[in-house]
């Protein structure tokens, strides 16, 4: 069972507060854990929030401005940038690890201890990790703006334009219809770069695809140094079809069936806000106590921020009847 929590950001910096120190013997272990982890956080790119609430600018259609004008005689209309100013609250994740005055005496007399020390303190926060990459999707809080929980906006939560695939459609021809409408539009400058389904999806798409006559072309996408995803051609050229199994398939909604999720993101509006550090830190507390144990922290800020919500991603949903 899973350890790591999100709390209050007020609490996490209490609970923070006196007689602990970093440890930063635990930083390279970190940035290892750090690089393995489920696929989308990794993609996001993250920036130091600006308070809390962060507080960030999103751009709106401006009026369209330019023009063809006599070279004999110039003048220019006046353009406007038009600028929406949002927040967002930070949210603290947290996992601690309790290590016995005794245990560490017999490891230590073992000559074991800081292996063993250095082994449960990386379970643990992979455990924190885990538990952020599950929630970058599934948090249960409803509004950036106002922190109602403790827990992120999911990004199923916030991405707010959706589209169910009829019965028939193959799910890589409702990919390349959506991506086509999502980069048509003209008001906003929409960019869709990944698409992002879980495993058993991925799955089900291979099986469409292998059905297809004859014309079917396979594409492929290099991910990272030997590893590869299927790729589809769409109005943005190739992208790729990323397996995330933090991304959840919804079993509950409609008796019999399974409801699948496939994500279309534009990468570049997707922001993960931090302080302190973009990286999981370990704090070690002093001796409180009589019973002498040794105490771990584990701490991460932060907040996921999805701009273009309504614009820029779509969620489409695939009905498929269980066997």
């Known amino acids: 069972m899973s350890n790591a929590q999100f709390m209050s950001f007020t609490e996490a910096g209490t609970k923070t507060g006196n007689g602990f120190i970093q440890v930063p013997v635990f930083e390279k272990e970190i940035l290892d854990m750090v690089g393995k982890r489920g696929t989308m956080l990794s993609r996001i790119k993250a920036r130091p929030a600006t308070g809390n609430p962060t507080r960030y600018f999103e751009k709106q259609p401006a009026d369209k401005t ?160 030997g590893v590869k995803v299927i790729g589809v051609m769409t109005a943005m050229g190739v992208l ?20 699948h999720k496939i994500a279309i993101l534009s990468e570049n509006l997707l922001t993960r806000y931090y302080v302190g550090s973009a990286n999981p830190r370990i704090f070690a507390f002093g001796i409180q106590d009589e019973s002498l144990n040794e105490k771990y922290m584990a701490l991460q800020y932060g907040c996921i921020v999805a701009k273009g919500a309504e614009y820029a991603h779509t969620i489409l949903t695939k009905t498929v009847k269980n066997a």
């Open 66 to 225: 330019a023009a063809f004008q006599d070279p004999h005689n110039l003048k220019a209309n006046k353009y406007n940038v038009k600028r929406v100013d949002k927040s967002a609250f930070i949210k603290a994740i947290t996992n601690e690890i309790e290590f016995s005055h005794f245990d560490r005496e017999v490891g230590a007399q073992q000559g074991i201890y800081k292996g063993l020390t250095t082994e449960d303190v990386q379970d643990m926060v992979t455990d924190l990790l885990t538990l952020q990459d599950e929630k970058l999707w599934t948090g249960n809080d409803t509004k950036l703006s106002e922190a109602t929980t403790n827990e992120y906006v999911g990004l199923l939560t916030q991405l707010t334009q959706t589209s169910a695939i009829a019965d028939g459609v193959k799910i890589v021809d409702a990919i390349r219809s959506e991506i086509a409408n999502l980069s048509a539009r003209k008001d906003y400058d929409v960019k869709p770069s990944v698409i992002v389904v879980n495993p058993i999806t991925y799955d089900l798409i291979e099986q469409e695809e292998q059905a297809r006559p004859t014309n079917y072309k396979h594409y492929e996408v290099t991910m990272t140094a």
């Open 240 to 259: 790729p079809i990323i397996a995330d199994p933090y991304l959840p398939l919804d079993t509950t909604t409609t008796e019999g069936s399974t409801i």
